[in-house]
Structure formats: C-alpha cells, structure tokens
C-alpha cells in the first residue's frame, strides 16, 4: 500500500500572550491511499493544528510552521506558496469543519455555495455546474435536491447542514478528506448516518480520510489507522485493531478506562460502579515539564520519565505499533 | 411500586413556547417543548433522562424548579405542590432543591471570586452566617469538591472545565440540597475528565443521600450512573425502565435505534445499526398520532392516527413497571 500523504517532523508554532508556543511537535504519520487515519486526543492536543498546518490554513501572522515535512504526492507541501497551495486546497485535499452552521454562509443559498466551490475549480458552463450541484447534493443523501438547492442554511437541520458541507468538499473529486469532528455537534442518531455516509462515500469514490475526533467510539468504528495525541505530540500510533486491543501507552490505557462502556447484553450483571479516570489535567503548553509530557497524571512515572522525552518507538514491526514511552506495560484487559 | 411515597412526583407537565413568525409577529405558533410528561423519582435515586437535542429535557428540568413556569401540570416535591407556593417560598423551597448547568464556562460570574460564588447561596438562604462558620463551610465544601484551600481567593478564569463544574458543584452543595437536577453537566469536558465528574457526583450522592435527575445526551454515561432511565422524543417520554433493563431489552423502536447507534470500543464489534431515515419532524408542525411514526421501521396505519399511551408492559420477572409509549411493543 503507498502512503498518498507523509506528514514528517511537523512541529507547528502559534502566537500566544507569551510568545511563540508550539502546538505541534515533531508529529509524523502518513496516510495510505483509500484507508482513514483517525487523529484522536483532548482538547488542544494539535489534532486541529495538525489539519490547519496540512491545508496550509494557518493563520497568517499568528501560526507558522515552524518545522517538518509534509508530502503530497511526491511535494513538500510546506514550502508552497499560496497561490500553489489553492490550487491544492479543495482540488486534491479538501477539509469539512465540526460547526456545519458557522461554516456554512448564512445570506447565500447552500446551491449557491457548492456552486462556487465547483466554479472555482472546473471549467463548467452554468447549466453544467447546477446539474453538477444537484448531483452532489444527491450523492450526500439529501432528499429532494432539486428544491434544497435554493434553500438557506437556517432552512437546513444540523444533519443536513453537514452533509451540504461534505457536498462542497466532494465538488472537485478530492484525493483525501479531512473531517475535523464531523459529527460531534450532531445528535447520536444523526451522527450514525453521517459516519455512515463518509464510510459510503469513501468506498465509492477511493477517498483517502483523515478524521479528527474525541470519541473512541468513532475511531474504533471508522479507523484502519491511529494516531493518539496528547500536548502536541503523538504518543501512541497504529493500525486500530492494535490501539484498541493493545494499547501501550499508559494515556492511550486512560482514555479507554475513563470512558463508560455500555453493559455486554449477555453478561449478567452491571460493570464497576467506578470509572477509572485519569487524574489531574493537561498541562498548560507555557508550562510543559522536562521529560515526558504524561508524567503527572501517569501511574507507571519514575524517575527517568523525568530525565528526557522518550521517543515515538516502534514496539512491533510487523504492525507498525509505535509508542511514546519507557515502559513495557503489562497485558491489557480492558 | 415502593411503599415510600416517592420525593419528586410529576403528573402531566407541559410547557410551550411562542413563537412569532412572518412580519408584525402576527402568525403566532406554538412549540411543545414538554407535552404530558408524569414520572416518580424516589429518594437517593437517580433517573436519567436521555433525549436528542430539542426533546424538552431541558425544559423539563427547569420547569421542575420553576426556572420556567408550566403551563399545566403539577410537580409535588416532598409532599408540597410547587406550583402553589409564591415566588418567595419558592425561593427557600429550592434550598433543597438545585442545578447543575452544561457549561461551566457561562454559568460561573467572571467576576466574583470562588469565595464569593460559594458564599451567595449561604447569604440568601440566610446559613452560616456567621463569618468564621461560613469560611469554613465553604472550605468544607472545597474539599468535598476537590479543590484546593487556595482556590478560594481565585476566579472562574483561572480554572480549567473539570474544575470549574467542581465549583459549579460546591455551589449546588453550600446548601445542602436533596434533590440536584444536573442538566448535561459533562458534556462540555473532555473525557479523561468527565470521569473524574462522573466519579465525584456519585461519591457525593453516596454519602450526602442526594436524588439526582441525570440529564445528558450521552447514552453510556447516563446508563453508567442511572438506577432509572426516561427516553424523551419530542416532548414525550417514550420509554422508562431500570436501567439494566432497558438498555438490554429496549422496546420502543426509538430507543432501539438510539443505542443501536451509539459507535462501540471495539473495532471488530459487528452490530447492526439501525440507521434512521430523515431527520426529527420540526416541532412547529407535529406529526399526527405517535410523533416517531414516519421515522419509525415498524409504523403501521394506527401510528399515523392514533397516539400511543405510556403503559407498562408487564415484562416477565421485572418487579418495577416498564413503561413504552409504542402500539407494538410487547
């Protein structure tokens, strides 16, 4: 399988109160063509930063890249200018946000909106570009998309506000996707449709994804790959069958803990009353310690993690299992 | 049924709001945001109430404390019925009775130090007025939270989240409460501290013998801290049960599809979803007969014409009722 996208020591740096502050560091992952690369983490763990620093999205003045590689079809896309990365932007990469309603322009019809996308990039006439529109806004599973096409955003529930937004994406027929939390401002039985129009939609079209999200629940069910971040740094990676039955990272091992699992319909009785989380809090980017990043909130920390970050090692060749730490924890029974 | 006369009792409440449409407000339409809604909740238990977004549990819990006022309905809290007391009685009636809300960001005053955030609700119930007692109720209340002694000179600003629910949390407490609705008090934190919540609210109903209504989107946490669980759709409760109950034996076709939509932790989980057609019908024009038809898989003709009543099933080796609003669920 070819890698269609290698991101490569990304480190990528905002301007805050005090200074510059990296929000990304020294991150390396590629996607395989055709799969999904799910980014998982906290709030403001750079998973977004990651997607914005890809898109060339930073912005200007205020975020930099300060390092790192990322690979497109055999480009460096870092050093691009502008005006290359537009025509980058939408034509081979193309990204869909978590607020479908704040990205959407709330004074244009949503045919007039994928109708620009379209004419941005194609050499259509007008009739072309409104069958085209029609198409899509079919394709993505709204009904009647011949009248929709002339309704406003606000005539539009969250779920079909998303599905306009991933109608945009798709107008040019991009390589890879980068839905940054598409579901979580969505109702749970929204966001089962939603997720399975991606997984649709990818297999129809070839698309290569790279999905940003909190919930584990979504990554074990639209992952081939993952990617854990924890402070601007990815601490456990694999394909997801290995992160969830053999997670090695002692915050990989949290998050799974922490969260509730819903009782096993066969099993007689209720789990533990107790859920296992992970104590303290992220620490502050200004105030990152020496060493390992997970250090105060983790139960296996000694010494050492203290001395020097540990580095992002391969744990099993054969899978491409890699983690970010010092210890070889014990056997995991979730 | 218990033999204990339950501490919140709840009989038909229903609430609508006004909605003005077309130039000069004139057409004026109404949203049922709560429509018909009875439930018991008994003493040291928590229900929770479970819904998408729009269903009225909301709504539902501030009409409980008369943050809004019904539009029909009663709501008898200990044997007293609320609906009956002035404002002022009110007042002293919700010492016991308090709120946890979603965002811990709004609902703290930016402006007021956690020693004063702590300390409003002891002046206006007239408690601890002494000023030695009432500093060291409210580092009582501080350490019951978890949070530290020096927090008390700082603001809301200079928490994270998970802590600023801890003190949205002392301040429910400072009065001593029995009954706290919580209001989706998770769902704007992330998850390795939502746990940490979730384990603090249900330490301190252990030892406190505090009644909690459970309000959340979250399916797996409210079946992780529920005794009892309500499925609201469109301002109706759809389907109650104990919790184990009915997360292994849904019997509404809505809660079917509710949990069978939640993503599981386990990649290689084959399960079927079931995927609902279209989106919530829009509450200014209900369907008619059962609200959930025309997304339902199993509609009939008597769905579109007539309105299921919430009745028990009488499931077999259940003791406590299983109650569904659906004509087919047996």
Redesign the interface.
Known sequence: MSSLLTVKGLSTAFLADRGWMNAVEDVSFQVDSGKTLCLVG??GCGKSATALSIMGLLPAGNGKITAGHIFYSGQDLVHFSNRKMREIRGREIAMIFQEPMTSLNPVFTIGNQVREAIALHEDLSRSEIRNRTVELLKQVGL?SPEKRVDDYPHQL?G??RQRVMIAMALSCNPKILIADEPTTAL???????I??LLKELQQKLDMTMILIT?????V??M?HDVAVMYAGQIVESGP??EI?KNPSHPYTR??????????D?NSPA?KS???????G??PSLHELPQGCRFQDRCSYVGFDCKQSMPALNVRSKKSEHSVRCLRELKEWT? | MSMTPPLLSVRNLSKSFQIQRGLLGRSVSRLQAVDGVSFDLFKGETLGLVG??GSGKSTLGRCLLRLMEADSGEVVFDGIHLSQLSAHEMRSMRKRMQIIFQDPYSSLNPRMTVKDILSEPLEIHGLYRERNLREKRIYELLDLCGLRRESIQKYPHEF?G??RQRICIARALAVEPDFIVCDEPVSAL???????I??LL?DLQKDLGLTYLFIA?D???V??ISSRVAVMYFGKIVESAD??EL??NPKHPYTQ?????????????KHT?I??P???PSPLSPPMGCSFHKRCIKAQAVCSEKRPNLDDLKVQGRVKPHLAACHFAK
């Open positions: 906290e709030s009904s529930s779920g079909m109702d749970v039985t929204v966001q089962a449709q997720l399975s909190h919930d584990l629940g979504v074990a069910e992952a997801v069958r969830f949290g998050l799974l803990q922490s969260v509730p699992r819903l009782s319909l209720r009353t107790r859920l296992q989380a992970i104590p809090i992220v979730p | 998408e977004s994270s998970g802590q992330d998850v390795s501290i939502q746990a940490q979730i384990n249900q989107h399916l797996k946490v079946e992780h919790a184990d997360y292994r599809a509710l949990l069978s939509s939640i993503p599981v932790l386990d990649p290689d989980a979803k995927v609902l279209g989106d919530p």
